[in-house]
């Protein structure tokens, strides 16, 4: 190989080396991704045990709650979807956390009154989780947008997990 070759071939693989996590990298901090993804997979989770507890679920009151978690469920995904795309971030995954598929297996093999109790403790402990992250990131995330989102979210993620502890017969949490 002569010079000429050498040199553009070094130059060629030093610009790749430079550039090249530059480019793979996404918009956004790491805070950032891992809100909106964590948000997209809690999101997911109460849609699909919100749909699971219509289709199984004879308890009118559980069923209305499930009416619920499923319309601002739905209307929190796609606010956060917009966020995400303002915060020029790619859109959220779809779909629910490996931790959380096998509560929803768990749950779609129960009937009668142990599919209502365990949706519910489900409710409890998927809305305390999301509020721990949405409080956070709230409090301090680096994105505006996302930042208000959360903010939002917050709200409504408090007054699903009161709603879910009050039909469980608990005490809300303040």
């Given at each position: 190989m002569n010079r000429i070759h050498r040199y553009a071939l070094a130059t060629a693989m030093l610009s790749a080396a430079t550039l090249g996590p530059a480019l793979a990298q996404e918009p956004g901090s790491r805070q950032t991704r891992d809100f909106?993804?964590?948000?997209?997979?809690?999101?997911?989770?109460?849609?699909?045990?919100?749909?699971t507890a219509l289709a199984q679920s004879a308890d009118p009151d559980v069923r209305a709650f499930a009416t619920k978690m499923l319309g601002d469920h739905v209307a929190l995904d796609r606010a956060l979807a917009d966020a995400a795309a303002k915060a020029g971030l790619r859109p959220p995954a779809k779909g629910v956390g490996a931790d959380q598929a096998p509560l929803l297996n768990g749950l779609q093999s129960l009937t009668g009154a142990a599919f209502d109790r365990t949706y519910l403790q489900h409710q409890r402990q998927a809305h305390q989780a999301a509020l721990t992250e949405a409080q956070a990131y709230a409090a301090s995330g680096d994105d505006p947008d996302v930042r208000a989102l959360a903010a939002r979210a917050?709200?409504?993620?408090?007054?699903h997990r009161a709603m879910a502890e009050q039909m469980s017969g608990q005490t809300p949490a303040p």
């Open positions: 909106v993804d964590a948000m997209a997979h809690a999101d997911a989770f109460e849609i699909l045990e919100a749909q917050v709200q409504t993620i408090a007054a």
